[in-house]
């Protein structure tokens, strides 16, 4: 039946049935990635130009390609190609994960932080900061290793003959309470000088990146984004419900695990580079979902969306107070929450699939 | 049904009374200065041992532990209200825009009015929290669709992270507000006048008798909207009323003590799996007085347990409810073969 419901919703939706290729063509999600495709490169030349030493755009576009004058190759490559860079991988990270979260638990509040995650990672580094225990591994050290034992610690609570998604969420959700809790605690312990870097920290910031964290970040999403691509199939069916599912020969069991591992890793690599950007995760795919006119988040565009939102913003957050950069992370709600309301009040769909 | 099953809930709401009962009164006895139970119920019902029991029982621990059961009473209501209304088992009241537009309020009153005192703010406080909801609710239910659950739960994330999002650029731009803000954001029952109590209860009052009406017609709600409407529910209304219970109780007690959500969230579950054992079922008529007798349960425990630790220094009460109630949610969820909501 969503099938059915999302080929009328698509208009006309193009059957290729020439073996071995065959399959279902969405001329509007395509039209949709190739204009966010288009808006992301947009804007990742764009928070390249604008600065203290501005460049032109034909200057941006020859600096990327390496020719030009030595100055601007500089300031472009080195200095702010890693900043956009990670903006845009950070966001396509949060907005796929996302997506697998929000399909996986047909829960459109199931963002990843919802589960913990991102909190343990605050935590961690929060406790880092304020009670000194950075032991020399950095921030964002601090962050993944916060994140992912949040999650082991989420899945190994939540096992009982098998992990369910809902036990999941409920597990992650008191561990995630437990950690803020932890974190508000902490910040109101320490000293005010510390109090504020570690908020610095936890809503998210793409200041002073480096390629080294680039490499990283581009280094897992190579691996983790074709797995979570790959999973497309497992996706759609596990939205029917886990019997449907398993009636229709999707391994349930395995399906989920991969892809929460998938989205796990998406999500705390992204964190360890960025910090918790608040928002993304939860947004983009219902921002993709409605603009593409499916019943489902569709995986590459919520990726896209995300790195527009998070793009967008980072434009934002260095242009709207001159002389002052605020951190990424305050202008996602900014940039993101009229966008979402806007397509909440425009859609019209009657039921809970709103 | 045979009678030892019908008797499991009466059994479960007097060994909660039970239990409230206690708490009140080792909330009432215990802190920085111990009194033995005798000697404070004596002072309680007007027979004090001297006169310094009198002025620390009467003046600090009674609107302390008043606030205690006031606002946790609103909050776990309104958090079960909150996932009966939007049909989503992670709704909780802040979902509304409740505790953002309260942190807004106060975060603005600080910064940009100067206010300094806690008696101050509140009001700051109230006023956002109410001005959030009602935006909240406006813009979930324009469109041709009207309010949906969905579109409810999503309008109202969206409002809260973009409140948030303003109200930590201004913190950050701001240390004053930065020291001030933080402080309530923990949640802390303690420092508060018996007045505040007293000003907050009639808006408690109004929102709780809302809620506890809506019952059965949330019980409709839970079979989805098309069952709903030909049981002969006028779901604007509904909802309606439920969102004004929500800003009415979340928005009084948030105000107050803070944004502690987690009993929102956490409690109406607890409250679900309780009924399970006693056999009631995910009944509203049940499960909305049961969170309003569990909220306040768990929310006393950690003020007590905060102020016991680490004497004479306290721990916030915000802090530390997760703490008590996190461990004791995970175990129930895991114990029982969880009921998809």
């Avoid at chain 1, 993944?144 to 809902?166: E, F, I, P």
Wanted: net charge positive; with cysteine; hydrophobic share 55%.
């Amino acid at each position: 039946m969503t099938a059915l419901a999302a080929d009328r919703r698509t208009r006309r939706p193009f059957r290729l049935a020439v073996p071995p290729v065959s399959g279902v063509l969405r001329p509007r999600l395509i039209l949709v990635c190739a204009a966010l495709v288009l808006a992301v490169c947009l804007l990742l030349c764009w928070g390249v130009a604008i600065g203290d030493y501005p460049v032109s755009f034909p200057d941006v576009v020859k600096a990327l390609a390496g020719s030009g004058d030595p100055g601007t190759v500089l300031v472009v490559q080195e200095l702010r190609l890693p900043r956009a860079l990670t903006g845009l991988l950070v966001g396509v990270a949060f907005g796929i994960s996302g997506a697998l979260f929000q399909t996986m638990t047909r829960n459109p509040l199931a963002s990843p932080d919802m589960i913990g995650l991102t909190e343990g990672a605050g935590t961690a580094v929060v406790a880092g900061i304020v009670l000194g225990w950075d032991g020399g591994l950095g921030i964002q050290t601090l962050g993944l290793l916060g994140a992912l034992g949040t999650a082991l610690l989420v899945y190994l609570l939540a096992w009982k003959n098998g992990a369910t998604g809902y036990r999941i969420i409920l597990v992650g959700i008191g561990v995630s309470w437990m950690c803020t809790s932890a974190t508000d605690y902490l910040l109101a312990r320490g000293r005010q000088f510390e109090a504020q870097a570690a908020l610095g920290w936890l809503v998210g910031n793409l200041n002073g990146r480096t390629w080294s964290q680039v490499d990283t970040l581009a280094l897992t999403m190579v691996v983790l984004v074709p797995m979570a691509l790959a999973t497309g199939r497992w996706l759609r069916t596990l939205q029917l419900g886990d019997d449907v599912a398993a009636g229709l020969g999707t391994p349930v069991r395995t399906a989920r695990l991969v892809l929460m591992l998938v989205g796990v890793g998406l999500i705390a690599f992204g964190t360890a580079a960025a910090g918790p950007v608040a928002f993304v995760a939860l947004a983009a795919p219902q921002i993709a979902q409605r603009l593409a006119g499916t019943a489902w988040p569709p995986l590459v565009a919520s990726g896209l969306t995300g790195a527009l939102v998070v793009l967008g913003s980072d434009l934002v957050a260095r242009e709207v107070i001159p002389g002052t950069e605020l951190p990424v992370g305050i202008v996602t709600g900014v940039v993101g929450a009229p966008v979402l309301l806007w397509l909440l009040i425009r859609t019209n769909r009657a039921g809970s699939g709103g | 049904m045979n009678r030892r099953r019908s008797l499991r809930p009466v059994l479960l709401c007097v060994l909660l009374a039970l239990l409230l009962t206690a708490l009140c009164l080792l909330s009432i006895a215990l802190g920085a200065v111990s009194i033995p139970p005798g000697q404070a119920l004596r002072a309680l019902f007007g027979h004090p041992d001297s006169q310094l029991t009198q002025n620390i029982i009467w003046s600090a621990r009674v609107p302390r532990t008043a606030l205690g059961l006031a606002a946790g009473a609103a909050l776990g209501l309104s958090g079960a209200l909150m996932q009966a209304l939007t049909r989503n088992p992670l709704a909780d009241p802040g979902i509304l825009g409740v505790s953002a537009g309260a942190a807004f309020g106060i975060v603005l009153a600080i910064a940009v009015l100067g206010v300094g005192s806690l008696y101050g703010y509140v009001w700051f406080a109230f006023a956002g929290a109410l001005a959030a909801s009602v935006v909240v609710f406006v813009l979930g239910r324009s469109g041709r669709s009207g309010a949906t659950p969905v579109k409810l739960a999503l309008a109202g994330v969206a409002v809260t992270s973009l409140l948030f999002s303003l109200t930590n650029a201004i913190v950050l731009t701001d240390p004053d507000a930065l020291n001030r803000y933080r402080f309530w954001s923990v949640g802390s029952l303690a420092d508060q006048d018996s007045d505040v109590v007293l000003r907050i209860l009639p808006f408690l009052g109004v929102g709780a008798l809302l809620a506890l009406a809506m019952a059965p017609a949330l019980n409709s709600l839970a079979l989805g909207d098309d069952v709903a409407a030909s049981l002969g529910r006028r779901l604007h209304l509904v909802r309606l009323q439920g969102v004004t219970a929500v800003m009415l109780l979340t928005g009084a007690a948030v105000a107050v003590i803070g944004p502690v959500v987690f009993l929102g969230l956490v409690v109406p579950h607890i409250a679900r799996i309780l009924s399970q054992y006693a056999g009631i079922g995910p009944d509203n008529r049940w499960l909305l007085p049961l969170s309003a007798v569990l909220a306040p349960c768990l929310l006393l425990a950690a003020d007590i347990v905060g102020r016991m630790v680490d004497r004479p220094v306290e721990i916030q009460a915000g802090a530390l409810v997760a703490f008590i109630g996190g461990p004791f949610f995970i175990a129930l969820v895991r114990r029982r073969k969880l009921a998809e909501v």
